[in-house]
């Protein structure tokens, strides 16, 4: 008898709910409960996922290195052919260098951003933002507006609409919050931070109660329901030298307040 693991559920259900026109997440639990119950797979699968997500990271982080090896090889090669072309003057080389090398460049941009952006938002990193605003001990290279956003009752959006319906009001947040002129950051799962340089904590935070407001306004469907979003925030100046910890814990006291406030 085949062993059934948490991917072939996975696969089962999705061919099951496609013959019907509307799928609620109820339902969907519903066939999954059933058919784990049938192929005899135990509903405590957080050690499967687990497994089975770092395993997708490491073939990933595979990749990225087999594509920087090759990078630096190629590099390494036209750099060689480069230094014999100019001694015996060879032009046709010389441009055949320089298209190897443009052709690297665009390889090597595509790669940063394949590092450095989030897959589902398209908003930045951690990786980005500790190779472009932290030093090797976690501190701020310089003085930034530091802003925490904080999605409020996410949970009951993916709970209630599904997580597809989530995916899309992180796309729709991050993409309004990118007009802000802002580095955007994705830090957690409903959690963000911007990044202002050279501006002003009042001017900030007038930028972000005009993006909620903004956003508050919106409204989003689900099948013949809708709902509209909200989320907190703090926004503070972050000196240079001040630990990404530290100033995290500073921000959570802003958000919490600024939560308790908005939920009143």
Known sequence: MPK??????????K???????????????????ELA???????????????LFIDQKLAALEEVDTKTTNHVTTLDRSAQRAVTAIY??????????????????????????CLFTDTLTQAYNRKWMQSHYLDPQE???????LVWIDMNDFKHINDEYGHTTGDKVLQFLVAQLK??????????????????????L?????????FRTQIKAKQFKFQNQTFKINFSFGAMMVPLNMAIN???????KLMYKDKKATKN
């Open 139 to 145: 501190k701020f290279t310089r003085p930034v507006v």
């Open 202 to 210: 009042t001017e900030v935070n007038h930028v972000i109660e005009n």
């Open 4 to 13: 059934y693991t948490i991917k072939d559920i996975t696969q089962e259900s």
């Open 179 to 200: 007009r802000s002129g802002a580095d955007v950051v994705r830090y957690g799962g409903d959690e963000f931070m911007l990044l202002f340089e050279r501006a002003k």
């Open 37 to 51: 119950k049938e192929r005899n797979v135990p509903l405590d699968l957080e050690e499967q996922i687990t497994s």
């Open 88 to 113: 015996e003057k060879d032009d046709v080389t010389l441009k055949e260098v320089l298209q190897e090398t443009l052709a690297l460049r665009k390889e090597i941009d595509a790669l940063k951003e």
């Open 246 to 252: 530290t100033a995290i814990d500073e921000l959570d």
């Open 15 to 33: 061919a099951k709910i496609a013959q019907y026109e509307e799928v609620t997440p109820t339902l969907y639990a519903a066939i999954f409960n």
